[in-house]
């Protein structure tokens, strides 16, 4: 005689053990897919962070050339106004 309870009949033990079991197989499953997409992530935040950084070194130039030449920059700020 199987135990029963309000939902219906109690699992057996080695029911249990296979659902936890298949739960702990989806659980590693879902961890190794998020720790492959945060890896992703970081790879594209690597790359975006290092075009950045291009782009700052990019204006380096212009902007020596700039301090080099007052007049110039003085122009520039009063054309802004």
């Not at 204006?59 to 020596?64: Q, S, T």
């Amino acid at each position: 005689m199987s135990a029963t309870r309000a939902g219906g009949p109690v699992p057996s033990l080695k029911e249990s053990q296979a659902q936890l079991e298949s739960q702990q197989a989806k659980l590693e499953q879902t961890n190794s897919q998020l720790e492959e997409q945060a890896q992703l992530l970081e790879h594209q935040r690597r790359a975006q962070l290092v075009a950045h950084v291009g782009q700052e070194l990019a204006l380096v130039p212009r902007l020596r050339a700039e301090v080099r030449s007052p007049r110039s920059h003085l122009a520039c700020v009063k054309s802004s106004r």
